[in-house]
């Protein structure tokens, strides 16, 4: 029986000299293909769960493995290497605000490139195409040349998802992709991420508030408390006592999204 393609084993995430646990003991897999989305509330260790997976925070304890490499135990340079195959989407966007689209879509090949070529902005002829059809396809061709803070919210992760394709990654991580954004943008967004998943392949890792956008988009939902794994399965299966388990009692299923 094959490996899963993601192994998250027994991890732990400690902060500000032991007085914050972010994540503790945490364990699933992930398979090849999957849309899995991970809910809780703010605070619950979903940020840093997708930190911890491309050691962007280095965790405590506990182990990670991607096609069958332990990530948990690369150095620096390899790690940079493997991220080539990991993209990145914030919830703040994070580009280069007064770049132009273009300039912040292609820092997505940063890793395949030499430093000091990309520093000047030379990138190859083929990147620059590759860039364009990325940036069509996130309907926002015309825009290349726009600075990006003349974008609007919606836009501008649109300009991540781009920068994100520029990887040609196999595993996406998104970090709470919409939080910023009002409930029609957010499904335009996160419909690029759904296309994404089932057209190109990619393994889609996105933390997300609201659980009807996780019900609508993920093939399978993981829940964390306190750092802690409370629920692993089918959007389905949540119902009303583990809605409250994983939100609170006092919660109410208010779905606007």
Same mark, same amino acid.
């Given at each position: 029986?094959?490996?899963?393609? #993601?192994?998250?084993? !027994? ?5 500000? +000299?032991? /007085?914050?646990?972010?994540? $503790? ?10 849309? &899995? ?7 619950? *260790?979903?940020?840093?769960? &997708?930190?911890?997976?491309? +050691? ?25 290497? =493997?991220?080539?195959?990991?993209? =990145? ?12 689209? =273009? ?9 395949? !490139?030499?430093? &000091? #070529? ?13 860039? #364009?059809?990325?940036?069509? +396809?996130? *309907? &926002? ?5 726009? +600075? ?7 836009? /501008?992760?649109?300009? *991540?998802?781009?920068?994100? #394709? =520029? ?7 998104? %970090? ?5 954004? %009002? ?7 996160? /419909?690029?991420?759904? /296309?994404?998943?089932?057209? %190109? ?24 408390? %306190? ?12 119902? @009303?006592?583990?809605? $409250? @388990?994983?939100? *609170? @009692? ?8």
């Amino acid at each position: 029986m094959a490996e899963p393609y #993601l192994v998250v084993e !027994n991890l732990t995430k400690v902060y500000e +000299r032991g /007085q914050v646990v972010a994540l $503790k003991d945490l364990s699933f897999t992930v398979e090849k293909g999957e849309f &899995l989305v991970v809910i809780g509330l703010s605070g619950s *260790g979903k940020s840093t769960l &997708l930190r911890c997976i491309n +050691r962007l925070i280095e965790p405590t304890a506990g182990r990670i493995f991607l096609s069958g490499v332990e990530l948990t135990k690369l150095s620096p340079r390899a790690m940079r290497h =493997m991220r080539r195959k990991i993209g =990145m989407i914030f919830q703040q966007f994070n580009l280069i605000k007064r770049a132009t689209v =273009m300039t912040n879509v292609l820092t997505g090949r940063l890793g395949y !490139n030499p430093t &000091l #070529l990309t520093l000047l902005g030379r990138f190859p002829k083929r990147d620059r195409e590759l860039a #364009l059809k990325n940036l069509e +396809r996130v *309907g &926002l061709s015309e825009k290349a040349y726009v +600075r990006a803070d003349e974008l609007s919210g919606g836009q /501008q992760q649109r300009v *991540g998802i781009a920068r994100a #394709l =520029m990887q040609e990654p196999e595993l996406l991580l998104a %970090d709470e992709p919409v939080s910023a954004l %009002d409930p029609a943008t957010s499904h335009s967004v996160m /419909q690029y991420l759904e /296309q994404m998943n089932k057209e %190109d392949g990619v393994t889609v890792l996105a933390s997300l508030h609201f659980l009807s956008l996780a019900r609508r988009y993920g093939t399978r939902i993981i829940a964390l408390k %306190d750092g802690q794994l409370v629920f692993d399965g089918p959007p389905e299966a949540i119902d @009303e006592v583990k809605f $409250k @388990e994983i939100y *609170g @009692e006092e919660a109410e299923e208010v779905e606007v999204r």
